[in-house]
């Protein structure tokens, strides 16, 4: 049984990171048409997370960005109990794991915090606070695998696609406080 926990954890750590990525097809997809919002979002750090965003107000679209940035995160939590699940007498590993759960559920808290924000006009202050909070927790998470080396990091794609999202609407919203 404990020969299958390293292939346990990694058909979930590959499942979670699968779920994570966006739809791929066989054939490219059609040309979008120009959004309105496409310099917006040709200002963010990772664009094409940006280009399929609704909303053609700046504002907005930070707000959309971010409450994707923390629907992703919310999907990882389960995942991430399920994987932490298969090292049942590794205790750092467990330790570990259990730092990125609690750190992930506060990235998720600030985001709703930071959309929250945006939805009610609030201080552009406030909301670059909780976002920037939100990215430091993802980066946490990765932080926690690298003070013990001899850990892998189950979570490395996840914690960097989740990352660039975050980082995205920090951006976005770091946009629109430029030009309020």
């Not at 200002?43 to 940006?50: F, Q």
């Not at 939805?119 to 003070?147: K, P, Y």
């Amino acid at each position: 049984m404990a020969s299958s926990s390293p292939f346990l954890l990694l058909s979930s750590a590959s499942l979670l990171f699968l779920l994570l990525l966006p739809p791929t097809t066989t054939a490219p997809p059609p040309p979008r048409p120009p959004s309105p919002h496409q310099p917006l979002c040709l200002s963010a750090p990772y664009p094409l997370l940006c280009a399929d965003l609704p909303s053609p107000a700046p504002r907005s679209l930070a707000e959309n960005s971010a409450r994707a940035a923390a629907a992703k995160i919310s999907a990882a939590l389960p995942a991430l109990k399920r994987i932490r699940a298969g090292f049942p007498g590794n205790r750092r590993m467990a330790s570990t794991l259990d730092v990125c759960a609690e750190v992930y559920a506060d990235a998720v808290d600030s985001l709703s915090t930071a959309v929250d924000a945006l939805r009610a006009a609030g201080d552009m202050s406030d909301v670059m606070i909780h976002l920037s909070a939100s990215l430091t927790d993802v980066g946490t998470c990765d932080d926690a695998f690298d003070e013990d080396p001899s850990l892998p990091n189950p979570l490395a794609k996840i914690s960097r696609n989740l990352n660039r999202l975050v980082t995205n609407s920090l951006a976005l919203a770091s946009a629109v406080k430029r030009n309020v």
